[in-house]
T-cell receptor, first 110, second 113 residues
Framework: DAKTTQPTSMDCAEGRAANLPCNHS???????VYWYRQIHSQGPQYIIH???NNETNEMASLIITEDRKSSTLILPHATLRDTAVYYC???????????FGKGTRLHILP | DTGVSQDPRHKITKRGQNVTFRCDPI?????LYWYRQTLGQGPEFLTY????????KSRLLSDRFSAERPKGSFSTLEIQRTEQGDSAMYLC???????????FGQGTRLTVV
């Protein structure tokens, strides 16, 4: 079962930062927070992951609270192409499988 | 592009027929996963292989489902005696052991009529 809670849907204006929250209050010390997204009619795509420090790559930033019970994925300048379902996943790094929840459907509005 | 390839992209079949899907992972990825996704839901894990060994099967994988990866390269997923409830997108993913990122194919959409 998914160990995370996410809002069902969110809207964000094009060009603005999209902030997607995720709760993972039962996360264990050796579990990482992963984010994937799924654009319509495509397979999921890896975005970013982290353990306790904030992380940034070319796609997004990941902010993890100090108690690690929640995190936020930030898309700094959202475009229409960022419209997708975003999945927050908790897993042991290099675990054998990814367990998806229902994710957050992000709509980028022109 | 040498990403994960799935074939066919779409399949329509009559109830009771058998279907087989193929997945070609990224070259040298020794881990291969199968997922099923229905409308409005996240992908559900079905099974995974490390090389040719099938290491885990979900209870979702009924005895009508069988997956193989005979030479540790491509994999097939067969569904026997299809039912309307089998209609879904079937996704394949691969990863290299010791890495964190799994790469997904575009999926095979199955419609059972």
């Amino acid at each position: 079962d998914a160990k995370t809670t996410q809002p069902t849907s969110m809207d964000c204006a094009e060009g603005r930062a999209a902030n997607l929250p995720c709760n993972h209050s039962t996360i264990s010390g050796n579990e990482y927070v992963y984010w994937y997204r799924q654009i319509h009619s495509q397979g999921p795509q890896y975005i970013i992951h982290g353990l306790k420090n904030n992380e940034t790559n070319e796609m997004a930033s990941l902010i993890i609270t100090e108690d690690r019970k929640s995190s936020t994925l930030i898309l700094p300048h959202a475009t229409l192409r960022d419209t997708a379902v975003y999945y927050c996943i908790v897993r042991v790094e290099r675990d054998d499988k990814i367990i998806f929840g229902k994710g957050t459907r992000l709509h980028i509005l022109p | 592009d040498t990403g994960v390839s799935q074939d066919p992209r779409h399949k329509i079949t009559k109830r009771g027929q058998n279907v087989t899907f193929r997945c070609d992972p990224i070259s040298e990825h020794n881990r291969l996963y199968w997922y099923r996704q229905t409308l409005g839901q996240g992908p559900e894990f079905l099974t995974y292989f490390q090389n040719e060994a099938q290491l885990e099967k979900s209870r979702l994988l009924s005895d009508r489902f069988s997956a193989e990866r005979p030479k540790g390269s491509f994999s097939t997923l067969e569904i026997q005696r299809t039912e309307q409830g089998d209609s879904a997108m079937y996704l394949c993913a691969s990863s290299a052991q010791g890495t964190t990122e799994a790469f997904f194919g575009q999926g095979t959409r199955l419609t059972v009529v």
